[in-house]
């Protein structure tokens, strides 16, 4: 442990962000190389006369800076930790970073089965971090849920974040492309939910070199038009959930209508868009049946 006056480090601090970036990012690296949480540096910003205590060096937490701030690589990667929710998730390149607006998908959930008790029995199709799933699974302790990732070594990821927030053994992880791995689960799911690539390929050459660059290229892309994935998970959907089993997905800023469209087509009933925290049509939801 490296103790330092309270007086010096702000001054380090400032001098950091000085030099770009944003307070969101360099939060995340002071916590998780750090060692010291937001909160705990407000309490003790109060009191500058007092000391601090970091795991490491401010000049080893500046080399990681300014890492991030020459080569736009997101801070999450560069830490090996991203917060999601009430959850600290390991990530690396193989896995998309969990958005703050995705944590939607959790809420909505939570209107649709307000009882914690119930058991349900659900699916995430592309789970990546395991970030949606595993809060499901905490958040619904006798329920059971399957998360399925085309890449191996994202389930790898997945599967260490669940037995690092979990004590539970509620969740299975599955190898393979959107329902495929899930063959034996036909007619079975309540719920099955979705942050699948939809960006179309246009936008996607066009996105921020932080994004671009570094996040995985399979779990934006959604060919031409966005809706490539979307369509299959819509139209397989039906074998797999019971009547009035319910789909939530999330889509690009534009995309809802389309995606409702699709839902209506394959006989999908109750459907809904809901607007994220921007106001932006963000996810389509639907009861099959």
Known sequence: MLCISIEEFLF???????KGGDQASFAVLLDCIGGITTSDLNLKSINPRGNIHLKKKLEFLESVWDNHLQRSCPIQYLCGITFWRDLKLKVTNKVLIPR?????IVDIVFNIFRKKSEKLFFAELGTGSGAIS???ALAYPFSHGVATDIDQEALEIATKNYINSSKQSNLKFYCGNW??????FKGKLDLAVSNPPYIPIDTYEKLPKEVKNFEPKVALLGGEDGLKHIREIINKAPLFLKENGWLILENH?????????LLIKNKFTSIEIVK????IGRFTIGRYK
């Open 100 to 104: 703050p607006e995705t944590e939607l």
């Open 253 to 261: 800023f534009d995309q809802s209508e389309k995606v409702k469209q």
């Open 179 to 184: 329902w495929s791995p899930l063959e034996s």
């Open 12 to 18: 380090w601090k400032k001098k950091q962000l000085s």
């Open 276 to 279: 994220d925290l921007s106001g």
């Open 134 to 136: 595993i809060a499901l």
